[in-house]
């Protein structure tokens, strides 16, 4: 069985390798997007440093009255305050995290927002607050080469760090 240790650090890892990517992106690339409609690093990373403890958060509270808040933080996100809102996010994670028992992540039962059948919060926040934290900070990866970062390899895509 997945432990309540086991999603915080594997949320927390994928925040670092995130910070990690950030932190190889150029101030003055912030601005830049794949196609018109899509978003910008920087309107990816302010997601970003949400998209982990927003969702955990409404599973395990049964309410969305944090959204907003969180919404407006991350908005204020730049590139020289990113590092900081993900480690805000990693000590947020922790603090909802800290206090629910294994039984209640086991045997609460929850339903993700675009429905499906109910499912226990542990695999409700695997199957998405871990998930969303992966496939944005590999959204950021991928955004990082196509802005011709070639530098950039598996190592820190996974691992957050550079080789060798």
Request: hydrophobic share 40%; no cysteine; glycine share 8%.
């Amino acid at each position: 069985m997945i432990t309540r240790d086991d999603l915080i650090e594997s949320m927390v890892h994928e925040i670092k390798v995130a910070s990690f990517i950030a932190g190889k992106i150029p101030a003055d690339q912030w601005d830049w997007r794949p196609s018109p409609k899509q978003r910008s690093v920087l309107e990816l990373a302010q997601y970003l440093s949400r998209a982990g403890a927003g969702s955990l958060t409404t599973h395990v509270n049964g309410n969305r009255n944090h959204v907003d808040a969180m919404i407006e933080k991350a908005n204020r996100v730049t590139p020289q305050t990113f590092g900081d809102a993900m480690d805000s996010q990693a000590a947020e994670i922790r603090r909802v995290l800290d206090g629910v028992s294994h039984e209640r992540l086991a045997n609460d039962r929850v339903t993700l927002p675009w429905g499906g059948a109910p499912m226990s919060l542990a695999a409700a926040i695997l199957n998405s607050s871990l998930k969303y934290l992966t496939a944005y900070r590999m959204q950021l990866f991928l955004y990082a080469k196509q802005m011709g970062h070639e530098e950039l390899g598996t190592a820190q895509a996974w691992a957050g760090r550079d080789p060798g």
